[in-house]
């Protein structure tokens, strides 16, 4: 890559060129790109690039000082973290953050599109900002996240949500000095979205939030394409991250003192595949963090059908390799299953649950799931119902199927009617609730290992931390016990939580070599 297409690429160039501001505007005459689903849906094979040692360039320093910007994060762990990578770059320009819309000079709002409200809560936000903006001329609004991947949303901002100054996609979140730099140059909407993106950017600076959990990205993107998901459009093609930069960032994460770790990936179980030169899958990784001294390590999200025997017998080592593990399932008919592309059956995810089970008897299982897919039947839901018995899930995230536009599914024709699917998820979720509470009952009495996060949300008087197996848990105790693994004795399980009795801090927990 030469001098140019670095500086194209929002990458630091050796030199940061001594020009005017002027000049530079040849960089920018490329900041309006659009999205295209058409694009987004290909995948190439084109080799994946990584950009080691991302740096802000010298002439965007101190674009930020005296000035505060606010992030509004909507939507999956993923984003949360694009949120803190964001929250970095803003820090790195200079910038100082705060909680207060009203303070802000740059407000963004990182969206999600998994679901039409999800949606519909990013145009709500964008209208009240609208009063804002006409306040305050000088005010900033962006839109970045998985909607601005779509073509439908960047045209529907441009053409009635007029207060949004700058939209950038998930992929070029590591050019916002640039973005943020025309945004105040110019008077028209920036838009930079990359619809084909496959690269990998390591080095980006990040402002985590809290000391005590923190996530790490083992890969991007997602090549699955089940048929109602929009995610393979919004964050591009499958590419892991090498593992030496994952192992580096998790050993830094432990040296600062940081309890828990969760792998992100939209897919986990495909981490690796597209390695051309090492052979090094899910497992390996696994097997490698496990030696970290750090107490918990988790990932997600899995898809059942890259989920191998090996990862299963890593998992089965312990350790600080936590016993809880995320399956979405989305439904328990094999026909429904074939329609929404997940290319397992039924009998397929049972037999996974089998192994899992056998390998890790303790294991906590959740999942994921859709009801009122386009012509889903009566039975067809019963066997979603029964499959979540079989199981015994502790947990379960449960939607109504969201038509989501440029997806295959939102083309079929659909003759289940909206209540059937309301009273169909009210069933389900009478279901989960009742083998939640089920699933608690037997912690009555036993001690506990929770990590401690902070005060309660309802109670300030109340600590509450996390189990391995993901069990909130509410306790009386000292405040210095924040961001320890401590004991407690359980004396109520309720549905989603459990309450007990402080008891001290855990021993040091030994690592398996
Ligand atoms: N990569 C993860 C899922 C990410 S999206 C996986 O495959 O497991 C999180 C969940 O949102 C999905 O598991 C699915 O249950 C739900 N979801 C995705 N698209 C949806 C849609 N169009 N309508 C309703 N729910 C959807
Ligand atoms: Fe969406 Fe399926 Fe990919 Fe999950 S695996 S992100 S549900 S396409
Ligand atoms: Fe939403 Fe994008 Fe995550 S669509 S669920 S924010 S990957």
């Known amino acids: 890559m030469n001098e140019e297409q670095r500086m194209q690429a929002g990458l630091a160039t050796e030199d940061a060129p001594k020009t005017t501001e002027k000049d530079y505007s040849k960089y920018f005459e490329s900041v309006y790109s659009a999205p295209s689903l058409k694009d987004a849906k290909k995948r190439g094979k084109e080799e994946v690039e990584y950009h080691d040692n991302f740096q802000i360039d010298q002439r965007f320093k101190g674009m930020g000082n005296g000035r505060k910007f606010y992030i509004r994060t909507y939507g999956c762990q993923m984003n949360e973290h694009d949120t803190e990578v964001i929250a970095g770059i803003f820090m790195a320009l200079g910038y100082e953050s705060t909680d207060t819309v009203k303070d802000a000079d740059v407000i963004l709002l990182n969206t999600c599109a998994i679901r039409e409200n999800a949606e519909n809560k990013v145009f709500g936000e964008l209208g009240h900002l609208k009063a804002l903006k006409r306040e305050r001329p000088d005010l900033l609004i962006g839109v970045c996240g998985c909607m601005s991947q779509e073509e439908s949303v960047v045209n529907k901002i441009l053409k009635t949500y007029d207060q949004v100054d700058m939209i950038f996609g998930t992929h070029n979140i590591h050019r916002l000095p640039h973005i943020l730099h025309e945004a105040y140059m110019s008077k028209e909407m920036v838009i930079e979205v990359w619809s084909k993106e496959g690269d990998v950017i390591e080095d980006l600076p990040k402002v985590r939030h809290g000391k005590i959990k923190a996530w790490v990205n083992i890969m991007y993107g997602c090549d699955k394409f089940c048929t109602y998901c929009i995610v393979p459009y919004t964050r591009g093609k499958e590419r892991s991250r090498r593992p030496d930069d994952i192992i580096q960032e998790v050993r830094q994460l432990a040296a600062e003192g940081y309890k828990e770790i969760t792998l992100l990936g939209q897919n986990v179980n495909a981490y690796g595949k597209d390695f051309e030169d090492i052979t090094y899958r899910l497992g390996d990784l696994m097997d490698d963090l496990r030696l970290i001294d750090i107490p918990r390590i988790r990932f997600t999200t899995s898809h059942p059908r890259d989920f191998d025997d090996h990862l299963i017998e890593v998992l089965a080592k312990g350790g600080n390799l936590v016993d809880h593990i995320h399956l979405p399932v989305q439904s328990g008919s094999s026909d429904m299953l074939k329609i929404m592309a997940r290319k397992y059956t039924r009998e397929h995810y049972l037999n996974l649950v089998d192994k899992i089970r056998t390998a890790i008897p303790n294991a906590s299982l959740t999942t994921d799931i859709i009801v009122g897919f386009p012509n889903e039947t009566d039975e067809q839901f019963e066997e979603t119902m029964s499959l979540y018995r079989e199981v015994g899930f502790d947990m379960a995230f449960t939607y109504i199927y969201s038509p989501r536009e440029g997806t295959p599914a939102a083309k079929m024709i659909d003759n289940v009617p909206m209540e059937v699917k309301k009273e169909r998820l009210q069933r389900l979720n009478k279901l989960v609730n009742d083998m939640s509470a089920e699933a608690m009952k037997p912690y009555q009495g036993q001690v506990v290992k929770v990590l401690v996060e902070g005060e309660s949300k309802r109670n300030p008087d109340v600590l509450a931390g996390y189990t391995e197996k993901s069990k909130l848990v509410n306790f009386k105790a000292p405040r210095s016990v924040i ?28 690592v398996m070599a």
């Open 483 to 510: 961001g320890e693994i401590v004991e407690v004795r359980i004396t109520e399980a309720k549905t989603w939580s459990l309450d007990g009795e402080y008891i001290g801090v855990a021993k040091e927990e030994k």
